[in-house]
């Protein structure tokens, strides 16, 4: 009867205890304003999150070898936000292929893919 209780008690906290962590997970998504973006154009996209909490994301643009630009980071401020490189893509610079941009706020993470040519 004591075990039978003490079991219960604790599977009732771990299954409220998962609700709440996952409840309380930040959504996030990325969508870029096209898939193929040609030399001499600005990579623009638009995050959305589910709660803003005052903090910063960090975006990286990862090449197709997995080598990334570095963190950058990102101002969110409101449930959605447009973003716009401040250089466009150059052929000395990017080699054409597929990139991904990697997204990271407060604990998720998203990723989308997109190409130059």
């Given at each position: 009867m004591k075990f039978a209780t003490i079991f219960l008690l604790a599977t009732g906290l771990l299954i409220v205890g998962s609700i709440s962590e996952s409840h309380g997970l930040t959504q996030i998504s990325i969508s870029t304003s096209?898939?193929?973006?040609?030399?001499?154009?600005?990579?623009?996209?638009?995050?959305?999150?589910?709660?803003?909490?005052?903090?910063?994301?960090?975006?990286?643009i990862i090449d197709q070898s997995n080598q990334s630009s570095g963190p950058i980071p990102m101002i969110i401020t409101k449930p959605t936000s447009n973003f716009t490189a401040p250089f466009p893509f150059y052929r000395t610079t990017y080699a054409t292929g597929t990139?991904?941009?990697?997204?990271?706020?407060?604990r998720s993470k998203c990723y989308r893919k997109f190409s130059d040519s």
């Amino acid at each position: 009867m004591k075990f039978a209780t003490i079991f219960l008690l604790a599977t009732g906290l771990l299954i409220v205890g998962s609700i709440s962590e996952s409840h309380g997970l930040t959504q996030i998504s990325i969508s870029t304003s096209k898939p193929v973006y040609t030399y001499g154009e600005n990579l623009s996209f638009l995050v959305t999150v589910s709660n803003v909490t005052g903090s910063n994301a960090v975006l990286e643009i990862i090449d197709q070898s997995n080598q990334s630009s570095g963190p950058i980071p990102m101002i969110i401020t409101k449930p959605t936000s447009n973003f716009t490189a401040p250089f466009p893509f150059y052929r000395t610079t990017y080699a054409t292929g597929t990139y991904f941009l990697k997204v990271q706020y407060v604990r998720s993470k998203c990723y989308r893919k997109f190409s130059d040519s």
